[in-house]
């Protein structure tokens, strides 16, 4: 009897120790993908941005604590340079931490090759859209995405992201109380009107509808 009651003890033993094992394999897997989603989330969200994202403003977009994010963002780092685990190759844009947020860039050597792409292989028109931002940001200069949006009463992301990359406005720097990015023109674009500085612009008052009753001059 003592023999069957100890060989049913092992079995009963060994049954618990393969149900802790199976569960905790279980929740590994479950842990896993949970990292997985949450990276993918912040991926997709940094592709878009147009402007450095904050940990709290990502943990807020994808409704994650805070420490979650940030380990996310370092898989993330380390997966775009082939360091991540899982055999990961090293791309052609690094996620980078600029005025106290991360963004997505293209990396330094492939600069070259991306503005010949965008300026010379790909020469489409601009849109009036893209037009009409860029002489907000030409008369309006510095000027941050925000307050170009206000003055056209439209969201303007994409089209500020157009104007970079042909190279027609530049970032000029970041507002250290808001984290706005502020932009300006390039001296590609005054190549492009044919003029040598921003005072040759003309100016906007004889333009609009009543210039008549005298506007202030917003070059």
Known sequence: MTTDTQATDTAQADTAQADTAQANTAQADTAQADTAVIDRQLEAILMVADE????IHLATAVDRPLKEVSAAVARLVADFDGTGTGGTVR???ELRE???GW???VRAE?????????????PSRLSQAALETLAVIAYKQPISRGAVASIRAVNVDSVVRTLLGRGLITEAFTDSETGAINYGTTDLLLTQLGINSLDELPHISPLLADGAEGFEDLR
């Open 103 to 105: 963004r997505i860039y």
């Open 98 to 100: 600029v005025a106290g």
């Open 52 to 55: 450095p994202q904050g940990l």
């Open 110 to 122: 492939y600069d070259p090759i991306v503005a010949d792409f965008v300026l010379i292989q790909n």
């Open 91 to 93: 791309r052609g844009f």
